[in-house]
Protein backbone atom coordinates (compact mmCIF):
# COMPACT_ATOMS: atom_id res chain seq x y z
CA UNK A 1 0.00 0.00 0.00
CA UNK A 2 1.15 3.12 -1.31
CA UNK A 3 0.72 6.44 1.43
CA UNK A 4 1.72 9.78 1.32
CA UNK A 5 2.62 11.38 5.14
CA UNK A 6 2.61 14.64 6.75
CA UNK A 7 4.95 14.03 9.88
CA UNK A 8 5.38 17.39 11.78
CA UNK A 9 4.34 19.28 9.38
CA UNK A 10 6.84 17.60 6.68
CA UNK A 11 5.77 15.60 3.89
CA UNK A 12 7.26 12.18 3.27
CA UNK A 13 6.04 8.52 1.20
CA UNK A 14 5.64 5.02 2.27
CA UNK A 15 5.03 1.54 0.97
CA UNK A 16 4.96 -1.12 2.92
CA UNK A 17 3.96 -4.73 2.99
CA UNK A 18 2.92 -7.06 6.07
CA UNK A 19 2.86 -10.86 6.44
CA UNK A 20 2.89 -12.51 10.03
CA UNK A 21 3.70 -9.48 11.71
CA UNK A 22 6.46 -8.34 9.51
CA UNK A 23 6.26 -5.14 8.18
CA UNK A 24 8.53 -4.16 5.33
CA UNK A 25 8.30 -0.36 4.85
CA UNK A 26 10.09 1.59 1.85
CA UNK A 27 9.91 5.12 3.79
CA UNK A 28 11.50 7.97 1.75
CA UNK A 29 13.40 5.60 -0.57
CA UNK A 30 15.02 3.60 2.59
CA UNK A 31 13.65 -0.11 2.94
CA UNK A 32 13.05 -0.78 6.46
CA UNK A 33 11.74 -3.96 8.18
CA UNK A 34 10.45 -3.74 11.59
CA UNK A 35 8.17 -6.46 13.70
CA UNK A 36 4.55 -5.30 15.12
CA UNK A 37 2.65 -6.46 17.53
CA UNK A 38 0.14 -5.44 19.14
CA UNK A 39 -0.46 -6.19 23.13
CA UNK A 40 -3.27 -4.41 24.22
CA UNK A 41 -5.94 -2.45 22.30
CA UNK A 42 -4.76 1.07 20.93
CA UNK A 43 -0.96 0.16 22.09
CA UNK A 44 1.72 -1.25 19.26
CA UNK A 45 5.31 -2.34 20.11
CA UNK A 46 7.31 -1.76 17.39
CA UNK A 47 11.24 -3.87 16.39
CA UNK A 48 13.18 -1.72 13.68
CA UNK A 49 16.72 -2.76 14.24
CA UNK A 50 16.83 -3.96 17.58
CA UNK A 51 15.40 -0.84 18.83
CA UNK A 52 12.03 -0.86 20.62
CA UNK A 53 8.92 1.68 19.84
CA UNK A 54 5.80 1.99 21.84
CA UNK A 55 3.21 3.31 19.65
CA UNK A 56 -0.45 4.98 20.85
CA UNK A 57 -2.52 6.55 17.84
CA UNK A 58 -4.63 9.18 19.58
CA UNK A 59 -7.17 11.16 18.49
CA UNK A 60 -7.65 14.74 19.52
CA UNK A 61 -10.85 16.36 19.73
CA UNK A 62 -9.65 18.98 17.09
CA UNK A 63 -9.68 15.84 14.46
CA UNK A 64 -5.72 15.84 13.93
CA UNK A 65 -4.07 12.47 14.79
CA UNK A 66 -1.11 11.71 16.86
CA UNK A 67 1.16 8.83 17.27
CA UNK A 68 2.55 8.70 20.57
CA UNK A 69 6.19 7.30 20.80
CA UNK A 70 7.90 6.35 23.49
CA UNK A 71 6.52 9.07 25.21
CA UNK A 72 6.70 11.84 22.31
CA UNK A 73 3.94 13.07 20.53
CA UNK A 74 3.95 13.32 16.70
CA UNK A 75 1.84 14.91 14.56
CA UNK A 76 1.05 12.84 11.28
CA UNK A 77 -1.81 12.71 8.67
CA UNK A 78 -2.24 9.54 6.13
CA UNK A 79 -3.66 10.01 2.66
CA UNK A 80 -3.82 6.99 0.28
CA UNK A 81 -2.43 8.71 -3.38
CA UNK A 82 -4.74 5.99 -4.75
CA UNK A 83 -8.08 7.33 -3.25
CA UNK A 84 -7.11 10.86 -3.20
CA UNK A 85 -8.13 11.07 0.15
CA UNK A 86 -7.49 11.53 3.79
CA UNK A 87 -7.67 8.88 6.29
CA UNK A 88 -9.79 10.43 9.18
CA UNK A 89 -12.59 7.42 9.16
CA UNK A 90 -15.66 9.48 8.09
CA UNK A 91 -17.32 11.74 5.26
CA UNK A 92 -20.21 13.84 5.59
CA UNK A 93 -21.92 15.68 3.00
CA UNK A 94 -22.60 18.95 4.89
CA UNK A 95 -25.09 18.66 7.35
CA UNK A 96 -26.62 15.26 6.31
CA UNK A 97 -25.15 11.70 8.36
CA UNK A 98 -21.80 10.59 8.26
CA UNK A 99 -20.23 8.04 6.40
CA UNK A 100 -18.07 6.16 8.62
CA UNK A 101 -15.41 4.35 6.00
CA UNK A 102 -12.08 1.76 6.26
CA UNK A 103 -9.12 3.63 5.77
CA UNK A 104 -7.38 -0.02 4.54
CA UNK A 105 -8.11 -3.42 3.38
CA UNK A 106 -8.97 -5.32 6.52
CA UNK A 107 -11.33 -7.42 8.84
CA UNK A 108 -14.11 -6.11 11.23
CA UNK A 109 -12.58 -7.55 14.66
CA UNK A 110 -15.42 -5.35 17.05
CA UNK A 111 -18.62 -3.79 16.99
CA UNK A 112 -18.63 -1.35 19.88
CA UNK A 113 -22.65 0.57 19.19
CA UNK A 114 -25.46 -1.15 17.12
CA UNK A 115 -28.07 1.47 15.23
CA UNK A 116 -29.87 3.86 17.49
CA UNK A 117 -27.43 3.85 19.92
CA UNK A 118 -25.86 7.50 21.18
CA UNK A 119 -22.57 8.18 20.36
CA UNK A 120 -20.27 10.76 21.49
CA UNK A 121 -18.14 13.06 19.01
CA UNK A 122 -14.59 10.91 18.07
CA UNK A 123 -16.21 7.33 20.00
CA UNK A 124 -15.53 4.10 19.29
CA UNK A 125 -18.28 2.97 16.51
CA UNK A 126 -16.23 -0.27 15.56
CA UNK A 127 -13.12 -1.74 15.25
CA UNK A 128 -11.22 -2.93 11.18
CA UNK A 129 -8.02 -4.98 11.76
CA UNK A 130 -5.20 -4.54 9.10
CA UNK A 131 -1.99 -5.95 8.94
CA UNK A 132 -1.83 -6.81 12.60
CA UNK A 133 -3.29 -3.25 13.81
CA UNK A 134 -6.24 -2.30 15.34
CA UNK A 135 -7.80 0.55 13.68
CA UNK A 136 -10.54 2.59 16.02
CA UNK A 137 -13.26 4.34 13.44
CA UNK A 138 -14.31 6.76 15.40
CA UNK A 139 -17.46 8.84 14.90
CA UNK A 140 -16.84 12.25 13.84
CA UNK A 141 -19.57 14.19 15.95
CA UNK A 142 -22.27 13.24 18.59
CA UNK A 143 -25.63 12.16 17.44
CA UNK A 144 -27.38 8.41 16.80
CA UNK A 145 -25.71 5.32 14.96
CA UNK A 146 -28.54 5.19 11.79
CA UNK A 147 -26.76 1.92 10.42
CA UNK A 148 -24.12 -0.41 11.22
CA UNK A 149 -23.16 -1.95 7.00
CA UNK A 150 -20.41 -4.93 7.88
CA UNK A 151 -20.59 -7.37 11.03
CA UNK A 152 -17.95 -9.12 12.99
CA UNK A 153 -15.21 -10.73 11.11
CA UNK A 154 -16.19 -9.46 7.47
CA UNK A 155 -13.67 -8.42 5.68
CA UNK A 156 -13.84 -5.20 3.91
CA UNK A 157 -12.08 -2.55 1.67
CA UNK A 158 -10.50 0.80 1.58
CA UNK A 159 -13.56 3.29 1.43
CA UNK A 160 -16.14 0.99 2.06
CA UNK A 161 -19.11 2.56 4.15
CA UNK A 162 -18.82 0.33 7.48
CA UNK A 163 -21.79 2.89 9.44
CA UNK A 164 -23.42 5.91 8.98
CA UNK A 165 -23.86 8.62 12.28
CA UNK A 166 -26.44 11.42 12.10
Known sequence: MKLELIIEGEPAQAEFTSA?????????????????????????????????YRCALERLSSG???????????????????????????TTGGGGPAALSSPMPGKVVRILLKPGDQVAAHQGVLV????KMQ????????????????????????????????
Open 20 to 52: NGIVQLRYNGQMHEAWVSEPEPGMFLVIINGRV
Open 64 to 90: ETQVVVNSRRVSIAVSDRKHFRQYTGA
Open 128 to 131: VEAM
Open 135 to 166: NEIQSPRAGKVLEINVSEGQTVNAGQTLARVE
